[in-house]
């Protein structure tokens, strides 16, 4: 619920996907889920937006399985702290193009480190001060699922057990995505956020 631009991080990431034409939300909660009762109340972004207590300890493949009775045929999921300029409806076609049960989005990693480069004997050759390493891929979220993948659905972890079994079984893909995302995991993240919305358009709209 950090605010981001005006209105807490969790509305940004509604509104992001209103702007591509989704109307019906589920919102998977826990923990304070009073906060989000309370904010919702009586709020209208144009949009069906259901807050569902999925329970406080429940880990992330828990969450999104719990909402299983509300999902359509074929659904997105994200998680609730990063913002992306992600076409949505490029991944869900692309997610129907290779037929699989599961698409995952991902951006080349931004390390928040700098990267040296050194010869056989120590000898620094090159520096690279917080690059993009497009070696490496990380899931961002905005993941495209059929709703059959409660068939083979295992484990309460997302990203240790759910996915990786998906893996395994050749249905889970990924859509490569070279635009902006950033995730809010400190103070300093949101104040980031802040820094970039000032110049009016925020880098995360599409």
Known sequence: MLPVNGSPIV???????????FRE??????YRKNVLDDYFEGKSLGADVTILDTGEDTDTGGRIKACKDYLSPTFVATY??????V?????????RQH?????VTVVPLLTQYGVLDADADGRVTAMHEKPVLRSHWINIGFMVMEKKVFDHW???NLEREVLPRLAAMGELYVY??????KSMDSYKDQQE?????????????V
Do not use: C, Y
């Not at 037929?99 to 698409?103: A, D, F, L, S």
């Open 87 to 95: 076409p949505i409806g490029k991944v869900i076609d692309f997610h």
């Open 80 to 85: 609730g702290d990063g913002l992306s300029d």
């Open 11 to 21: 509305v940004q990431i509604l509104k992001s996907f209103i702007a591509q034409g």
């Open 176 to 181: 490569r995505h070279e635009g902006f995302f």
């Open 99 to 103: 037929g699989r049960m599961v698409t």
């Open 25 to 30: 939300f589920i919102l998977a909660a826990g």
């Open 193 to 205: 956020f802040e820094e970039l919305a000032k110049n009016g358009r925020v880098p995360w709209q």
């Open 154 to 156: 295992t484990g309460s």
